[in-house]
């Protein structure tokens, strides 16, 4: 969130620096599952209006690692889905990262519960290093190495591509990277949202993003890519 908010994606449209319609969409609809669960379990609710918001409420009543993957990421998937129109207009390179993020959500969900999807034979750790409550997390989720403190993106996407070094690009590129059409349909089923899987075409994500424009997902990976690919082959 501190990076949301140092790029300014959540200022308002009509301030002097506006903000991004579709990050404030997303974040709203985390905000507003919140507060409707919320309410639900203190007694103040009637029927709930979505299935991410019964995943919340499930969250709440019985807490754990995978209660909160599925009452995060129901939410996350809904509101993609809900604004597409709204990430359509974004530049090329705020498209490659707002399918970046859901790419990464999705597989620190699938480390707690299909380690061996996402981590092969060293499926047993994998559950750790998902584990929402110890911060390893962040790893996944972060993209603050990737993208300047400020909004619009000004560059070409592979410029920005190009500063982004370090453990989350190594991942990308040489775990999730093979395993995106798996993690997809996983997801889909997972969180009972069928939808999911057409935000992947040929491997490709197809989230406000043309699948023919594959150079971008599909980089000459460096030798530890390489050397992590043959370690941790998918499954």
Known sequence: MDWQVGRGLLNSTSDQAPGCSWWRAVNERLLRDAAESRAHVLGH???LSSSSVAASVEFIRRPSGRAWYRAHNSTIAAAYLDHRDLADVECRAERFFIN????????????LEAPRLALSWLAPV???????????????????????NRY????????????????????????????????????????GIPELVELIDGGVPAYAWDSADTKPWNPAPGILARTTRRLFPPR
């Open 100 to 111: 970046l993020v859901l790419i990464r959500v999705l597989y620190a969900h699938a480390l």
């Open 126 to 148: 994998a559950p750790l290093l998902g584990d929402p409550r110890l911060g390893m997390t962040g790893i996944f989720m972060s993209l603050s190495q990737a993208l300047p």
């Open 45 to 47: 609710g009637g029927p």
């Open 152 to 191: 619009p993106l000004d560059r070409d996407l592979e410029s920005y591509i190009d500063d982004e070094r370090g453990l989350g690009r190594l991942l990308d590129v040489g775990l999730i990277r093979p395993r995106l059409t798996s993690l997809y349909s996983w997801s889909a089923a997972e969180l």
